[in-house]
């Protein structure tokens, strides 16, 4: 929604710098499509609520407040806000369309000229058929050096502006680069040169014209009997001779298609690197909400909703009850949207909690006492349990709105919220299917490194005629050389630009008599997130006789994607060194061990995804069983809380 609203404020702009207008009738055109979309006259009278059907029935509510009421309920919107939107949207159209016609003229001209400088090559000399299969980005033709056979004047393999060029094309002569715009799969440049044709003349046409004529007809008028195309009035049925033309004459030809990029693509990052450099100020605290949160700047997220909150409460109108109901929808809404916020910040925490988690246990898997550590339960279900609140909170919220004609809508947006409530199932086994998958690798890796090292050790022992000096030692995967990728992890989930507090508020839906509250100090906590990740982390070998240090890592340069990163997860960069002497059996040992490390790794994960797959199998078993009627909201106001 922000960035819609975003680009809609720029295209407004931009727009009328370059001179775009929008009349009045387009608009009225717009927002009556909307009209009639939304409150068709039936409908709308069996949905009324019984204060609405008592109003019209005084003859107060007319159609024009019966559609600012149908808006109202079902988008949120008067009718002069959306007839603002509209215009926005008809500017943001056209002048989209400008911009896409300009992207596609300078893209049509690149390809252009890159299709005469191809053409140049092959009036010095070089084939055809050659250049086809270098350059040509038609699919069917260019591994057989652009050949398209046996064309008719309505052949559907090429774009019309071809096929009418390949009928007046000498044989043998090579066209200029053919500039075409639609259809958008053949959107570029293209090179033709005819290699035969036959034409409507000559002996051949004259003693085939009649028989063609004769066939033709017989189709026509099988079709028109099945219903394929119209039956003439009078029933006369006759082959003009243009058609016997087309269906008689054929062409063969070469051509070498350069395709153009999708002008809207260029159109797109032109419109966000502009957008980007205009300093737009974002008024509503919810949208300011969803600009920080893609940011990642979570405190300012946060504070930008108790402002909502508080503008919220600020709705309140004694003289109409509909206001209670309505400050209730609106809390509910902002409630969810900050769990659902801090259910996300949870994610990020616990790729890094396992991030750091995984350092230190390779580093010292005692420590943890032969178990990998996992998430500690308090935090995870702390998470969902904010979750789960907020959802209650909302549907409590929606039961209370008995004046509400649409009801039914926003009852269908919480299932579809509950069925979306671990939606990060698949994501997770997905993710960690990956992790396995690198966790394989680096034991392959290793026993590799055992075997070659073993080899080392035995051709080495050989060349020293079976004798082992002791002061021969073999290097055994030096720790400056095993950096595992976690700060390549920790940069990709970092959370270094904010400042979230480990305390998330859990509120509860107000009743009427309750007035707006402070927003809490603790949500602005200067405490860093990575202190919070490191508290974390430390909760798992708490207690244990001897601190755990952390392996120092090289320096790591940061993924450009989430592939990047999980194809380096587990994987340490190993170098083989020459062997400066025979390897010991200490050395062996100290391989082993490590092998062992990595397959505990692998033990764990093949546990982790089992557990994920029932989770996941759980999830969908539920999903598939009826939902519950919602028992309707008592009187008493307190009965409708919702606590921690």
């Known amino acids: 929604v922000l960035r819609r609203m975003l680009d809609m404020e720029y295209f407004e702009i931009r727009s009328v710098q370059a001179g775009i207008t929008v009349t009045e009738q387009e608009i009225r055109d717009e927002v009556n499509m909307i009209r009639s979309q939304l409150i068709p006259l039936k409908q709308f009278d069996e949905d009324r609520s019984l204060l609405q059907r008592a109003l019209d029935a005084m003859g107060t509510v007319k159609e024009d407040?019966?559609?600012?009421?149908?808006?109202?309920?079902?988008?949120?919107?008067?009718?002069?806000?959306?007839?603002?939107?509209?215009?926005?949207?008809?500017?943001?159209?056209?002048?989209?369309?400008?911009?896409?016609?300009?992207?596609?003229?300078?893209?049509?001209?690149e390809k252009g000229l890159i299709a005469s400088d191809i053409r140049t090559e092959i009036e010095n000399g070089r084939e055809f058929i050659d250049a086809a299969k270098e350059y040509s980005d038609h699919e069917d033709s260019k591994n057989i050096g652009g050949l398209v056979p046996l064309i008719k004047h309505d052949d559907a393999r090429l774009p019309p502006q071809i096929i009418d060029n390949a009928f007046t094309l000498p044989v043998g002569e090579i066209s200029s680069p053919i500039l075409v715009a639609n259809p958008p799969e053949s959107a570029g440049a293209w090179l033709v040169t005819v290699v035969n044709r036959k034409e409507a003349?000559?002996?051949?046409?004259?003693?085939?014209?009649?028989?063609?004529?004769?066939?033709?007809?017989?189709?026509?008028?099988?079709?028109?009997?099945?219903?394929?195309?119209?039956?003439?009035?009078?029933?006369?049925?006759t082959v003009s001779d243009d058609e016997l033309i087309n269906n008689y004459e054929e062409v063969s030809v070469r051509v070498i298609f350069l395709k153009g990029e999708d002008p809207m693509q260029r159109v797109t990052e032109r419109v966000q690197a502009d957008i980007d450099t205009m300093n737009i100020e974002i008024y509503d605290p919810e949208l300011r909400a969803t600009h920080h949160i893609s940011k990642h700047e979570y405190n300012e997220a946060l504070r930008a909703y108790?402002?909502?909150?508080?503008?919220?409460?600020?709705?309140?109108?004694?003289?109409?009850?509909?206001?209670?109901?309505?400050?209730?929808?609106?809390?509910?809404?902002?409630r969810y949207l900050i769990a659902n916020m801090w259910t996300n910040i949870s994610a990020i925490m616990e790729q890094e909690f396992f991030s750091k988690a995984y350092e230190r246990f390779m580093a010292d898997p005692e420590a943890f006492g032969g178990d990998f550590p996992t998430l500690p339960d308090n935090l995870k279900s702390k998470m969902q349990g904010m979750y789960v609140t907020a959802l209650l909170n909302l549907e409590k919220a929606i039961e209370l709105d008995e004046l509400d004609p649409w009801s039914h809508y926003q009852r269908a947006q919480i299932d579809l919220t509950r069925e979306q409530i671990s939606p990060r199932l698949v994501e997770d086994l997905t993710m960690l299917h990956e992790y396995f998958q690198g966790s394989l690798e680096l034991e392959n890796q290793l026993q590799s490194f055992i075997e070659r090292?073993?080899?080392?050790?035995?051709?080495?022992?050989?060349?020293?005629?079976?004798?082992?000096?002791?002061?021969?030692t073999y290097p055994v995967l030096p720790e400056?050389?095993?950096?595992?990728?976690?700060?390549?992890?920790?940069?990709?989930?970092?959370?270094?630009?904010?400042?979230?507090?480990a305390e998330m508020p859990i509120e509860t839906v107000v009743d009427e008599t309750e007035q707006p509250q402070e927003t809490p100090d603790e949500t602005e906590s200067d405490e860093p997130e990575n202190e919070l990740i490191d508290e974390i982390a430390d909760l798992v070998i708490e207690n244990e006789s001897e601190p755990v240090q952390d392996t120092p890592q090289p320096a790591v340069d940061a993924p450009e994607t989430i592939d990047e990163t999980l194809e380096g997860l587990y994987i340490p960069e190993v170098k083989i060194a020459e062997p400066s002497g025979p390897l010991t059996e200490e050395d062996r040992n100290n391989l082993q061990e490590l092998l062992d490390d990595v397959r505990v790794v692998i033990d764990y994960l093949?546990?982790?995804?089992?557990?994920?797959?029932?989770?996941?199998?759980?999830?969908?078993?539920?999903?598939?069983?009826?939902?519950?009627?919602?028992?309707?909201?008592?009187?008493?106001?307190?009965?409708?809380?919702?606590?921690?």
């Open 201 to 237: 003349s000559g002996e051949e046409w004259e003693s085939q014209k009649e028989t063609l004529r004769q066939t033709l007809l017989d189709e026509k008028r099988r079709m028109a009997e099945s219903g394929e195309i119209p039956m003439p009035e009078d029933g006369n049925i």
């Open 453 to 472: 090292a073993i080899s080392l050790d035995d051709a080495a022992l050989e060349q020293a005629g079976g004798v082992r000096p002791e002061t021969w």
């Open 306 to 334: 108790y402002e909502s909150l508080e503008k919220i409460r600020g709705r309140y109108d004694p003289k109409n009850p509909e206001s209670i109901i309505n400050i209730e929808l609106g809390e509910a809404r902002i």
């Open 65 to 109: 407040q019966a559609f600012e009421l149908a808006l109202q309920q079902r988008a949120g919107l008067t009718v002069a806000k959306l007839t603002q939107l509209k215009k926005q949207e008809i500017l943001a159209r056209k002048y989209v369309t400008q911009l896409l016609e300009s992207a596609q003229s300078e893209i049509l001209d």
């Open 606 to 644: 093949n546990k982790r995804r089992e557990e994920m797959q029932a989770a996941q199998d759980e999830y969908m078993r539920m999903q598939t069983e009826d939902l519950q009627p919602v028992e309707p909201p008592s009187e008493d106001a307190s009965n409708l809380i919702v606590g921690e």
């Open 480 to 501: 400056e050389e095993m950096g595992l990728t976690i700060e390549a992890i920790e940069s990709q989930y970092s959370l270094k630009d904010s400042e979230v507090s």
